[in-house]
């Protein structure tokens, strides 16, 4: 049975027609397997999958009548607008009829849903947002939380490092991912309370490759693959990391290294340590950027990477 | 009187030669103008102070003996090595013989060293760490905390937030400075619960012009010159921005705004809120990065920073 992945036609400041063209972009690529299950206001998308000729057997449309704006309270928009394309998203998702759920719409209301309607897997105390990070050597990294917790206990963290050493593992293709804790020195002992706090659980964590304290400065290079803080740091680190490609376009630098934080190239942010892949887009989410986000759910079902997350955070649990 | 500025000959991974070196560069600007008491062992630094011709009437030499280590534990180094010139620096600083210290050596001695020789501020809660962050727009910010708190209190980040604005209008010729809190969106009721808490101090705050939150795609743009958070987020920060210089040089990408992120252009980091000038140097500085602390604490002399914001902080406590 084909993968089935449900897409918000109507999240984003450009949809739906960048998330068509996105679409059209996905059938394109040799490696597209998923059955499309496409959520939105039938009106405004049928034109546009005539107009980009998508083919009638890689989708099935659903249709929708509501619609959650960007600055809708989450909770109360989900509750008002059970037709909204997000609403719908995750009752497909919870309801077993799509295997992944994708929107740039209302990062608010995408969390509460997927809080909600998806349960956290087993064992997991805290579901966990990460996101990667290039790196000067040509390979990619990966950073969590970045804003799914803004205020965390050591053993999130603790649980973030294996969640995210699993991701490392199976979705960027690391080998045994050295797993780093970021803080503001390299010494044990060092850092704010939580840092402090966590280093131990890390140390002793069995689970992962645990090398030490990373700093600010540590970001881009090859000292670790995963880089665990709480969502507060991370959020800001993240967006300051993705600043580095507008800062190129401002200054008219051009170099690949400085193209890899364009985050249209990652596609958006997966939510981690629940039990169905859900993807967060950036508001301003371009084609490409919902192109991205297909196949990173793809990736995320056919690695079944939540059940591997699932099986480690059980084997750490009773360790 | 002529200002007196005390040097660490022995502190740093360069030292003494390229303290002595940068003591060269600052006695060729024309803007030079304080005596300089250089503190360290004669046998060393006399045949450098000849090799690099330092005129004797800009500066005396006052001998020690014993040096603090990179990695000594700060307060039993102090406490056990009471010749070493960070040590005798800050008698001479308490003593009022000097009237600023600078020191590229161990960082936590540096630190200790301020907060038990040099009182804070009457008002001050907590004296803390700032430095500039380059503005694409060619202007520069400054952060604050940036390590020296890595855990704070709502009263802490408020505080930082008049400091931070007097240091930005006196050293960084920013009249009426913008200042935002740094955090994970934009608006009012984001973040964590520091930031939440701290958001409504910083409102009705009338030392300040406060413009709200920033985020981390901010840093960097002219939404903000003042850029309060607490001392974890903002060393992670700073290791962030100062490793932009080294990915430049790493990737050949050649370009005078990621010059900017080089530190030794700013010299070190001063300590705010204490009575007197200390200014904290990176282990690897070389000479233009003592040449910088040098004119840094000769300007924080002459525009009374440290006076005004003692003024600043009794207004606000008043108020």
Redesign the interface.
Known sequence: MSIRIGIDLMGGDHAPREVVHGIRRYVDQSSTSAQLTLIGDPAEALPLLQEFAIPDTNYKLHPTTEVIGMHEHPTRALKEKPNSSIAQGFRLLASGEIDAFLSAGNTGAMLVGTLFSIQALEGVIRPTMGTVMPK?NGRTGLILDV?LN??CKPEHLNQFAVMGAVYAKHMLGIENPKVGL?N?GEEEGK???L?QATYPLLRDNQSIQFIGNI???????EKADVMV?????G??????????Y??AK??G?K?P??DRFHFENYGGTPVLGVRKPVIVGHGISGSLAFCNMINLAQQMIETDILGKMAQEIARHSAS
Chains 1, 2 share one sequence.
């Open positions: 000067l804003g803004a205020d970021l503001v850092g704010n309370l840092a700093e600010g400065r540590d970001l881009m290079s803080c709480e969502g507060f740091t959020n800001i680190v993240l967006k300051m990391a993705e600043s580095l507008d800062m401002h200054t630098i170099h290294f400085l």
